[in-house]
């Protein structure tokens, strides 16, 4: 079992920025994809952006410009810097982590993300 547990969130003005943590309990990160979703409030969850093993990344089309997300393997650790929020930002912000091999998937409790105009 792996434990995941994301930190950062908070409320903001819009055009401001902040930066999620998500931090994975295996020593084998390295070998886990992670990815970050939300959920804004009566909508499904959606993908944020995501980020392989080998450190390939994608963002939605919503995000894209102003979302990154990055990896620290030696920390076992992803983050997703948001720079110029919107009020659409506006959700409660997941991190999840898949092994490369077998697939099994993990989910965060998430994080609030509140950006006022």
């Known amino acids: 079992q792996v434990e995941v547990m994301e930190s950062g969130g908070g409320s903001v003005q819009a055009g401001g920025t902040l930066r999620l943590s998500c931090a994975a309990s295996?020593?084998?990160?390295?070998?886990?994809?992670m990815g970050w979703y939300r959920r804004a409030p009566g909508k499904q969850r959606e993908l944020v952006a995501s980020?392989?093993?080998?450190?390939?990344?994608r963002s939605a089309d919503s995000v894209q410009g102003r979302f990154t997300v990055s990896r620290d393997n030696a920390k076992n650790a992803i983050y997703l810097q948001m720079n110029n929020l919107k009020p659409e930002d506006t959700a409660v912000y997941y991190c999840?982590?898949?092994?490369?091999?077998?697939?099994?998937?993990?989910w965060g409790q998430g994080t609030q993300v509140t950006v006022s105009s």
């Open positions: 980020i392989t093993s080998g450190g390939s990344t």
């Open positions: 999840n982590a898949q092994a490369v091999v077998g697939g099994s998937l993990y």
């Open positions: 295996t020593n084998a990160f390295r070998l886990y994809a």
